[in-house]
């Protein structure tokens, strides 16, 4: 099927070039990101800035409150970028966004980000967040259970591996999470078993080659490439996760890998809804509010954090057309994606 031409227009406005294999290119490429998400609300919106003390750094943690009284839930905010651009400026305008959409307080994490800090610093930055948020949740006049993990991409990832890492080492352990395309498996490569990679990784912003460049900056090692908390998807135990929301996007590289995570979490036991956003490229949460694919997210984000989906987490919506069961033995009404506008 071919791309809505003016999601495709549309979105060129996310795009920046490939420069990772290039000397310094991802410190040009942060400028790129840095400067194509200006935050034109920020100076009429409620935020603080805190930090979370590591050891031997600081984490900046930014915190978006609801234009309407409390208390409010918590969405805890890990942000996408490859886990090499992308930071808690250039996320304003989403997270603000978010808190008003959703009525909930996001805590956006500032994590150290690759080359300069490679796996594990950046789940280790996340986790230890997570983990003074939840020991202090009371400040926001809340129980653990009111907090739910949430990230994009790379920070789909981190979310998912906070969560991985919360059963492991017993501190805390989250009831929500909600990854939005995450990034899930550890080959980008020809040699990956997805298809998405293979058909969308070319032509739709995000690139097969530059995730393979993310991750070559971003692992410490090739050992790497066998840890569960650097690709979630080969843990051989994915008991006791989350209730899970997974988010992905029609024509991303990432969308099998995300979809087949949502799979093997349904498959060890776990509650899970997963949603294939129709036309969409990996990304779309950046756009405005307005836009289409964006209102039909928060939608699914809304129901799920009110507990009120009837999809019960068996379904992924591959298209208008054609709807994929998690589960062979369910009951419960399937419900698909309405059909897209032009």
Known sequence: MAINQFMRATLKALSYPELLDKKNGYKIQRTFVNASHPHVLRPFYKIWDREIWAGDHNIPVRIFAPDVKGPHPVLLFFHGGGWVTGNIDSYDKVCTNMAKITGHIVVSVDYQLAPEHKFPAAPEDCYRAAKE??????????????????????????????????????EFFPKRQILLYPATNNDHTENSPFESVHTNGKGYLLTSKRMVDYMALYRSSDEDLQNPYYAPIISKDLSHQPKTLIITAEFDPLRDEGEAYGRRLSEAGNIVEIHRIHDALHGFMSLNPSFKHVKKAYRYINNFLKNESDTFGEVISETEENKISLTENTNKEVNGLEPEEC
């Not at 739910?148 to 017993?170: H, K, P, Y």
Request: contains cysteine; glycine residues 14%.
């Open 133 to 170: 948020i939840f020991a202090h949740c009371d400040m926001f006049g809340n129980t653990p259970d009111d907090i739910t993990l949430i990230g994009d991409s790379a920070g789909g990832n981190l979310a998912a591996v906070v969560s991985l890492m919360a059963r492991d080492r017993g």
